[in-house]
């Protein structure tokens, strides 16, 4: 459940490459360990994994996406 006093984490691409796969969705909750996403960059596959543990706010992208550094994958919300 979303809280309107909830703390956002924002988690962010920290390099180019395409989203080959989305592990979650808007309203799932997550642990530090989920897996978010999993991109695609020269030929190698890099899991983005969530950074706290709460609830997915907003899902920034889908698969097939390119992103590039900095670009949004998903906004976690953790409660105060």
Do not use: F, Y
């Not at 897996?35 to 596959?45: A, C």
Request: glycine share 8%; charged share 20%.
């Amino acid at each position: 459940m979303l809280h309107h006093d909830a703390v956002k984490h924002r988690v962010a691409a920290e390099l180019v490459g395409n989203v080959a796969q989305v592990g979650v969705a808007e309203g799932d909750e997550v642990e530090p360990t989920t897996t978010l996403v999993i991109l695609e960059s020269m030929k190698m596959e890099i899991p983005v994994l969530a950074e706290v543990a709460g609830v997915i706010a907003e899902l920034g992208v889908v698969q097939g996406d390119v992103v590039t550094e900095g670009d949004t994958i998903a906004v976690i919300e953790t409660p105060t």
